[in-house]
C-alpha cells in the first residue's frame, strides 16, 4: 500500500470547487464510520471546497441523514442531497403517489406537493387510482407489497425509483438493495422504470443546480458514482474502501484519482494547492 493510503493520481490533480461526496462506503459502512472520514471533509472546507454529500440511500429523512454525519463528526446541515430529492423534481403537486419506500420518500414527496398515499390506502376497494409509484429502499417490502405496487403499474401508473442499486455495503459485506426490491416490481409490472438516483439525470439537475458546473464526485461504486461524475461532467474520485477494491482495477470510466479511503484521497486533491 502506498505511504499516504492512495494509489497514485490518474492525471494531475486539480482542487474542484465543489465536491459530491457519496455515504455508504466512503464516510461510513452500514453503522460504522471510516477511520479519517470526518477529518478530511474539515480539511476539504478549511480550503473553501463546497462540500456535499449526495447518497442514493432513500430510507433517512434529510434530517436523519444530518445526525447520521453529525454523530459521525460531520456538520453537515443543508449539505445532504439524496435520491428521493431527484424522485420528487419529476412529480407534481397533487399527483397520487404511492410511496412504495420508507420515511424519506415520504419526505420528499410531501415537500413536492404531491399525495402520498400508503400501501393500505392504494389496496382499499374503490380507491382511487394511483398516478405514480416511487420505490425506495424498505426492509419490511414483502410479496403483499410487491402485487399492490405492481399492481398500480400495471392499471397505468408510472414507475419511478429513487435507485437501482442492486447492494450496498455493510461490515457484513453487500446487501440487497433498492434495486433488488425495484426488480420485483418492475417484472411484474412489466414496465422499464425512471431511475431518479444516481447516476441519472434527475439527481444530476438537483446538483448542478445546487453546486454549480464544476466538481468531483467521490464514490466508491464505479456503476453509480463514477457514471453519475460523467453524467455531470466531473471529474471522478474512486476510494476503494467500499463496494470496488484494488482487485477490480482498472475501471471505466477510469477515475482521475484513486485511494484506499476518502482520507487518502483527500491528501492527493490538496496537493493541488
Given at each position: 500500500m502506498p505511504k499516504n493510503g492512495g494509489w497514485g493520481c490518474l492525471t494531475r490533480p486539480?482542487?474542484?470547487?465543489?465536491?459530491?461526496?457519496?455515504?455508504?462506503?466512503?464516510?461510513?459502512?452500514?453503522?460504522?464510520?471510516?477511520?479519517?472520514?470526518?477529518?478530511?471533509?474539515?480539511?476539504?472546507?478549511?480550503?473553501?471546497?463546497?462540500?456535499?454529500f449526495v447518497t442514493n440511500n432513500a430510507y433517512p429523512t434529510l434530517a436523519g441523514h444530518e445526525a447520521k454525519l453529525a454523530a459521525a463528526g460531520i456538520d453537515a446541515a443543508g449539505a445532504v442531497i439524496s435520491s428521493p430529492m431527484g424522485a420528487a423534481a419529476l412529480l407534481r403537486p397533487g399527483e397520487r403517489v404511492l410511496v412504495a419506500g420508507g420515511a424519506g420518500v415520504l419526505e420528499a414527496v410531501g415537500a413536492a406537493g404531491a399525495e402520498a398515499v400508503t400501501y393500505d390506502e392504494a389496496d382499499a376497494p374503490?380507491?382511487?387510482p394511483v398516478e405514480t409509484v416511487v420505490v425506495g429502499f424498505h426492509q419490511d417490502f414483502d410479496y403483499a407489497k410487491m402485487r399492490i405496487a405492481s399492481t398500480a403499474v400495471r392499471r397505468g401508473a408510472r414507475l419511478v425509483a429513487t435507485n437501482d442499486d442492486a447492494t450496498y455495503p455493510t461490515e457484513r459485506g453487500e446487501v440487497p438493495g433498492n434495486g433488488s426490491i425495484l426488480a420485483g416490481i418492475a417484472t411484474a409490472g412489466g414496465v422499464a422504470p425512471i431511475i431518479a438516483g444516481k447516476p441519472h439525470e434527475p439527481i444530476a439537475t438537483v446538483v448542478r443546480d445546487r453546486c454549480g458546473p464544476t466538481g468531483m464526485v467521490i464514490g466508491d461504486r464505479v456503476e453509480t458514482d463514477g457514471l453519475f461524475a460523467v453524467a455531470l461532467g466531473w471529474d471522478f474520485g474512486l476510494v476503494l474502501s467500499g463496494v470496488t477494491t484494488a482487485a477490480d482495477l482498472p475501471v471505466v470510466p477510469t477515475p482521475a484519482l484513486v485511494a484506499d479511503d476518502l482520507a487518502g484521497l483527500v491528501d492527493q486533491l490538496l496537493v493541488a494547492r
Open positions: 486539480v482542487l474542484p470547487p465543489a465536491v459530491a461526496v457519496d455515504l455508504d462506503g466512503v464516510v461510513w459502512r452500514a453503522a460504522t464510520p471510516i477511520p479519517g472520514a470526518a477529518d478530511a471533509i474539515v480539511r476539504l472546507r478549511a480550503v473553501g471546497v463546497d462540500v456535499v374503490g380507491a382511487a
